[in-house]
């Protein structure tokens, strides 16, 4: 693993009173916090999604096992979601600890919910510093429930790939962060925010080019983006301003010319 850099940060609201990550993280992790569930501490025991006895079942509930003990978890195309979410979160402001306690309780309740293990993931990188290896336990859990039949919405779905890729890079690991990164651009090619962090993470694995590519994006993209991250829009100007100074992009930085070519372009 690489090692933890001190990198920037940026925050942005996501939903439902969870502030979000909209750039290269910035504190690496990982801390000590409240005990983790079973599920967070030992993702086999959680039920990972696996083969029955009688072999491969994909699309069956026997695939997806919920926390040791539990009944294999059942979707019906949706993730299954308790209206308690809502409140946790909310009370997340009031008292961060209680509320992701109270998330982890209710994620093990739910083993069929990947909307609780993605926001309980988000709660977990707003712990100073963030949480990250335990966030990125809970964003994956939920991507292979998504994948399963739990669905997520799509906006849950961006975040928890987002989620992951940001968990890996506060953790000073920037390869792992390009899968997701790159997943969540081929389904919405239009979020400046991702392909901001994706900038950053190629110019820490050493692709400069890449990097410059992908900044270049973010500063000529004039599109919407998604409905659903109309929050999220940030002016040129914002990434301008974190590209001079993100430490991330510091190897595309290395050769001034082309770096002040790319921001006037």
């Given at each position: 693993?690489?090692?933890?850099?001190?990198?920037?940060?940026?925050?942005?609201?996501?939903?439902?009173?969870?502030?979000?990550?909209?750039?290269?993280?910035?504190?690496?992790?990982?801390?000590?916090?409240?005990?983790?569930?079973?599920?967070?501490?030992?993702?086999?025991?959680?039920g990972d999604p696996g083969s029955t006895p009688e072999g491969p079942s994909v699309g069956t509930p026997d695939r997806l096992r919920g926390p040791a003990g539990a009944r294999p978890v059942a979707c019906d195309g949706s993730s299954n979601d308790p209206e308690q979410i809502a409140l946790f979160l909310q009370g997340a402001e009031r008292d961060l600890p209680a509320a992701i306690r109270g998330m982890e309780s209710l994620a093990g309740a739910h083993p069929g919910?990947?909307?609780?293990?993605?926001?309980?993931?988000?709660?977990?990188?707003?712990?100073?510093?963030?949480?990250?290896?335990?966030?990125?336990?809970?964003?994956?859990?939920?991507?292979?429930?998504?994948?399963?039949?739990?669905?997520?919405?799509?906006?849950?779905?961006?975040?928890?790939?987002?989620?992951?890729?940001?968990?890996?890079?506060?953790?000073?690991?920037?390869?792992?962060?390009?899968?997701?990164?790159?997943?969540?651009?081929?389904?919405?090619?239009?979020?400046?925010?991702?392909?901001?962090?994706?900038?950053?993470?190629?110019?820490?694995?050493?692709?400069?080019?890449?990097?410059?590519?992908?900044?270049?994006?973010?500063?000529?993209?004039?599109?919407?983006?998604?409905?659903?991250?109309?929050?999220?829009?940030?002016?040129?100007?914002?990434?301008?301003?974190?590209?001079?100074?993100?430490?991330?992009?510091?190897?595309?930085?290395?050769?001034?010319?082309?770096?002040?070519?790319?921001?006037?372009?």
């Amino acid at each position: 693993m690489r090692p933890a850099r001190n990198v920037g940060l940026r925050l942005g609201a996501l939903a439902a009173s969870v502030l979000w990550l909209t750039g290269c993280p910035s504190e690496p992790s990982d801390t000590p916090g409240e005990p983790a569930s079973a599920e967070a501490a030992d993702p086999s025991a959680a039920g990972d999604p696996g083969s029955t006895p009688e072999g491969p079942s994909v699309g069956t509930p026997d695939r997806l096992r919920g926390p040791a003990g539990a009944r294999p978890v059942a979707c019906d195309g949706s993730s299954n979601d308790p209206e308690q979410i809502a409140l946790f979160l909310q009370g997340a402001e009031r008292d961060l600890p209680a509320a992701i306690r109270g998330m982890e309780s209710l994620a093990g309740a739910h083993p069929g919910s990947a909307t609780a293990r993605v926001k309980l993931g988000e709660l977990l990188l707003r712990t100073r510093p963030p949480s990250a290896a335990r966030a990125q336990r809970w964003f994956d859990r939920a991507l292979a429930l998504d994948a399963e039949g739990c669905a997520l919405a799509p906006r849950d779905r961006w975040a928890a790939l987002e989620g992951l890729a940001l968990s890996h890079m506060m953790q000073g690991d920037y390869a792992p962060a390009l899968g997701p990164l790159r997943r969540s651009l081929e389904r919405w090619p239009d979020v400046p925010s991702t392909h901001y962090n994706l900038a950053c993470a190629l110019c820490q694995t050493g692709d400069v080019d890449g990097c410059a590519r992908e900044l270049g994006r973010v500063l000529a993209m004039d599109a919407p983006g998604p409905a659903f991250l109309a929050d999220q829009r940030r002016p040129r100007a914002h990434y301008v301003r974190l590209a001079r100074r993100d430490p991330d992009l510091a190897p595309l930085r290395e050769d001034a010319a082309r770096f002040e070519a790319l921001l006037a372009r």
